[in-house]
C-alpha cells in the first residue's frame, strides 16, 4: 500500500477514495477467507491498488501476496462503491471502497498465510460463512452468496 500511504502522510486519517480488486477464490462448494491482523475479522484477499496497476492485477498480486496462490483465471463478478463500503480501520484512518471483486477457480499453490496483513486462512462451507466479517467485505460476500444458496 505504498501509494496509500505516501497519501496519508498528505491528508492523515481524513476519508480517501481507495480503489481495489479482491478475490471470491472457490474450491467446490466453499470459499476461501482470511482473518485479518489488524480488526482479527474474516475477510477476502484483495488490496488496493499501486499507480499503473489494472484491477485485474491487484486481485492476482493481493491473492499471492497474502495467501501463496496463484490465479490462473479471474472472472469479473461485481464493482462495488457507495456508503455500505466506507471503513474506518482500527488504527483510525478512513476510507471510501471501490471495489472490483473476481471470482477465481483456478489456481495453483498450497495456501499459507502471509503473517502480516493475514494470521489464518482457511475454506468454508458456503453456508458456513462466519458471522465476523471484515465491513468492507460483507456486501461482496453477501452478493456472491446471493446467487448461490
Known sequence: MGYIMDLR???GSRPLIMTGACVLLCRGQSLLLQRRTDN???ALPGGSMEPGETLEEVARRELFEETGLKSKKLELFHIFSGKEL?????????????????ICT????????????????????????????????????????????
Request: aromatic fraction near 16%; hydrophobic fraction near 30%; include cysteine.
Open 9 to 11: 502522510k498528505l491528508v
Open 40 to 42: 482479527g475479522l474474516w
Open 86 to 102: 466506507y471503513y474506518k480501520y482500527p488504527h483510525g484512518d478512513e476510507v471510501y471502497n471501490v471495489v472490483c471483486a473476481y
Open 106 to 149: 483456478d489456481y495453483d499453490g498450497v495456501p499459507k498465510e502471509d503473517g502480516d496483513e493475514v494470521q489464518e486462512l482457511r475454506f468454508f462451507n458456503y453456508d458456513q460463512i462466519p458471522t465476523e466479517l471484515s465491513p468492507p467485505d460483507k456486501p461482496v460476500i453477501h452478493k456472491f452468496l446471493e446467487g448461490i444458496l
